[in-house]
Each structure stands twice: as C-alpha cells, then as structure tokens.
C-alpha cells in the first residue's frame, strides 16, 4: 500500500455510477487509494442486493436505516450513526432498504482473512 497524502473529498465532485439490485438502484460515488476504496453508496427505497457479498468492509450509516441480511439467516438492522465492520470470506452478506439509505463504505486488501 502506497502512503495516502492529506485528503480533503468534496463529494459533490465525485460522479455517481449506477448499479441495479435485484430490486431497486444503488448510486455509488467512488474514490480508489491504491488497495483501499471509499464509496459514498446511496441504496434507493425497496432496494435488495442482486448478490451474496463475500468482501469486507467497513460500512458507516450517515442516513436512513437498512438491513444486513446475512447467508446465515441472521438480519442485522444498522440505523444513522451505526457501524458494522467484517473481513474478507467471513461472512455472506447482503443489502436491504425500505427506504432510502446512504453509507459510507470503505474496504480494501487490508480487510482480507489472515489465520488466526
């Protein structure tokens, strides 16, 4: 990984790309540091991810609730302000919204699994 130097992101001049769900539309704003990426991810209402997520991450909620399902059967409910972290092939996941959402995520190589 290659020193990141003092950034300042001003999200208003970051193009949206759009990924559709299996239902609804996320709206992705992405900045790529070497081995870590930041995303400002904003999920619309009745949105659910079209795949069961393997990656880590670290996902912030700035706004809005939503639901992490998880292959297990578990859904966990994450509210402004809440936070939930995971590695690498650790846990299957996925999104849900009923209402709009925005999260920041951020995630890279420094999430992957390392034996314990």
């Not at 539309?25 to 991810?49: C, K, P």
């Not at 700035?62 to 650790?90: A, K, N, R």
Request: one cysteine or more; proline letters at 3%.
């Amino acid at each position: 990984m290659t020193n990141i130097p003092f950034t300042a992101i001003d999200w208003t001049t970051v193009p949206k790309t759009e990924h559709k769900g299996e239902t609804g539309t996320a709206w992705w704003q992405t900045l790529l540091f070497d081995n870590i990426r930041v995303r400002i991810v904003e999920y619309s209402a009745g949105y659910l991810a079209d795949h069961w997520c393997r990656k880590g991450h670290i996902v912030h909620c700035l706004q809005g609730t939503f639901t992490s399902q998880l292959q297990t059967g578990e859904h966990i409910e994450l509210t402004e302000g809440m936070t939930y972290i995971v590695s690498d092939e650790l846990s299957e996941h996925r999104s849900v919204t009923t209402r709009p959402v925005k999260l920041l995520i951020i995630d890279g190589d420094f999430l992957k699994c390392r034996p314990a």
